[in-house]
């Protein structure tokens, strides 16, 4: 089992950024491919950004590229997502999610074995 913690939601206006966290309780993270997604209220969840385990392949959602960062630091078994540029439609709950069956990561959230509780992100125009 892993637990998988967010943290680093808050309230941004817009063209402002801020970086989400998402802590893994797990000795074998370096085993999972590492992702996040996202949910407005009356939609459904979509791919933001994941990370393949080794952290050498990173995929990204169109409406986020060149703006959002995936990394991970697999010493603090973490993953993180640099968000820059921030515009109101990011406003959403940003959950990250663990894959092993997919090591290089997946754009598909039925891919990921495991998912954190979701921190909010609110960004105002």
């Known amino acids: 089992q892993v637990q998988l913690v967010e943290s680093g939601g808050g309230l941004v206006q817009a063209g402002g950024s801020l970086r989400l966290s998402c802590l893994a309780s797990?000795?074998?993270?370096?085993?999972?491919?590492m992702g996040w997604f996202r949910q407005a209220p009356g939609k459904e969840r979509e791919f933001v950004a994941a990370?393949?385990?080794?952290?050498?392949?990173?995929y990204y959602g169109d409406s986020v590229k060149g703006r959002f960062t995936i990394s991970r630091d697999s010493a603090k078994n973490t993953v993180y997502l640099q968000m820059n540029s921030l515009k109101p439609d990011d406003t959403a709950a940003y959950y990250c999610?663990?894959?092993?069956?997919?090591?290089?990561?997946?754009?598909?959230?039925?891919?990921?074995?495991?998912w954190g509780q979701g921190t909010q992100v609110t960004v105002s125009s």
């Open positions: 999610g663990a894959a092993i069956s997919r090591p290089l990561g997946s754009r598909w959230y039925d891919e990921y074995d495991y």
């Open positions: 990370i393949s385990w080794s952290g050498g392949n990173t």
């Open positions: 797990t000795r074998t993270f370096r085993r999972y491919a």
